[in-house]
């Protein structure tokens, strides 16, 4: 069952469509891509907000997404959208190149995950201690459980509310600016031409290493609370630290400040009083940890020179670091680092885990599987030592068992094949198990049109039976002369 998610940031704008974490979002000020119900569904929605008193927001960003009811689609959604806010939040904190402070605060990139759905009257209206200026809801059509039709509204996936059609949704907190010349569409095409290498993080592109793309959006969520309106200087001293540990990848440990020192210098270099800045920053952080508050929030230069705020200058620095981090992080990518570090052993062994995994559609899983062997094809000719082919076998025989299961098997041939290949067990089969392989595989080289079902699950098949019998033809007639 598929239900239609509108996400809002009522407190941004776009002048035209973009693309963000594979996600497009609209202008509520153009509708042209949209139709009838949808296009009437995002006008009534967009009625829904507020600024202060009777000001309604003209033009706002948003994005329809129809999704599965599944928890994993719904999962992928709030975490694709949680991506989103912290990128928005991240490009309009950036300082002020002489006062440093941020641009604009994070509550602009406050967003709405709005779901049309019956809602409970009694969650949409009040009737103690409180006096109605306004319409009344009293004869609102209500079903036998109480519901009547609206929205089921989590702000930020954090707070939970509910509106019918005449609601107003006002900010929170109340004094958020609208920025005139803030424009996401452009912003965004301008940050990207000064900072390419955040061009990937735009992306719906998964790195290679995703526990440190997981990383840096945890870093950035932090850093962006530390831009929070809302906050005292303890408050963001403390989010910003949070900030920087998590981006550092720093351990729990009593050296804690010293790799904080070492990781900040690495990545910033040579620069004039940063180990001052570093020691202050850490010690205004200690003693908000440990004593809830510090006075020395100020930058202190010598003979009690107090210049710009430790957290000023701690944007500055973050977004330093998160520069060289991202730098390397893609220059690895781009290297196949982490596949250069994998044998063909482990890729074998990881198919095989892959392949038996029951907590992920067929699709998920040929999109992993597929991925090694590739790389199974691409390092097949560099030389390993302590390559079982029975791990190869293995996981010949675990990707037709999938074959099998999902029937995408277009011959009798080739049912017969991969059927009598299943049913070889046991010990001291080994040629039996070669022997079967080596007829697949004649078999499907001849054959790959006819069986290509336009998937890629027997080209990607082919492969990995092409590269296995690469790997065990010499064991094969081995055997078979000592028969």
């Not at 609209?26 to 949808?38: A, M, V």
């Not at 526990?211 to 989010?239: G, H, P, Q």
């Not at 079967?436 to 006819?450: A, G």
Request: glycine share 4%; aromatic share 14%.
């Amino acid at each position: 069952m598929k239900s239609t998610n509108l996400i809002f940031f009522p407190f941004l704008k776009t002048s035209k469509s973009f693309r963000l974490r594979g996600l497009e979002f609209h202008s509520t000020g153009d509708l042209s891509s949209f139709e009838g119900e949808q296009k009437q569904l995002i006008k009534n929605v967009s009625k829904l907000f507020y600024m202060r008193d009777n000001y309604q927001i003209d033009k706002m960003t948003f994005c329809l997404i129809c999704t599965d009811d599944s928890n994993d689609g719904v999962v992928i959604l709030k975490e694709t959208i949680s991506e989103v806010q912290q990128i928005l939040g991240y490009v309009y904190s950036s300082p002020h190149p002489t006062f440093l402070d941020s641009f604009i605060k994070y509550e602009s990139a406050t967003f709405y995950h709005v779901i049309p759905k019956m809602v409970s009257y009694f969650l949409v209206t009040q009737d103690f201690n409180v006096s109605n200026k306004g319409r009344s809801l009293k004869k609102i059509l209500r079903n036998e459980r109480g519901e009547v039709d609206g929205y089921s509204i989590d702000i930020n996936e954090n707070i939970s509310m509910s509106a019918i059609d005449g609601c107003r949704v006002y900010p929170t907190p109340p004094h958020i600016i609208l920025n005139i010349s803030q424009d996401i569409a452009f912003d965004l095409n301008q940050f990207v031409e000064v900072y390419p290498i955040f061009k990937f993080l735009f992306q719906k592109r998964k790195l290679d290493n995703s526990r440190v793309e997981n990383k840096i959006f945890n870093a950035l969520k932090w850093y962006n609370r530390s831009n929070s309106m809302l906050n005292d200087s303890n408050e963001t001293i403390l989010k910003l630290a949070v900030a920087f540990e998590t981006l550092l990848d720093l351990p729990n440990e009593p050296k804690l400040k010293d790799r904080f020192k070492d990781a900040v210098k690495v990545l910033v270099g040579p620069v004039n009083n940063l180990e001052s800045w570093i020691t202050q920053f850490y010690e205004a952080r200690s003693e908000i940890v440990h004593s809830g508050t510090t006075s020395k929030y100020r930058m202190n230069f010598e003979k009690g020179n107090i210049y710009h705020s430790l957290s000023a200058y701690g944007n500055v620095i973050f977004r330093v670091c998160l520069f060289a981090i991202i730098a390397g992080a893609e220059m690895a990518n781009r290297s196949n680092l982490s596949t250069l570090f994998k044998t063909n052993r482990q890729r074998f062994a990881e198919i095989c885990k892959l392949l038996s995994k029951k907590d992920q559609s067929y699709k998920e899983i040929f999109t992993q599987v597929n991925r090694e062997i590739f790389n199974l094809d691409n390092y097949k000719f560099v030389y390993e030592e302590n390559l079982d082919f029975r791990i190869m076998i293995g996981a010949v025989k675990s990707y037709s068992k999938i074959l099998l299961e999902i029937d995408v098997i277009k011959t009798n041939e080739i049912e017969i094949l991969l059927t009598d290949f299943q049913n070889i067990n046991g010990s001291g089969k080994d040629f039996e198990n070669l022997d079967k392989l080596k007829e697949i595989n004649e078999y499907i080289k001849h054959h790959i049109i006819e069986l290509e079902n336009g998937e890629g699950y027997w080209q990607a098949f082919k492969s990995l039976v092409d590269t296995v019998w690469h790997y065990t033809f010499r064991n094969y007639f081995y055997l078979k002369n000592k028969k």
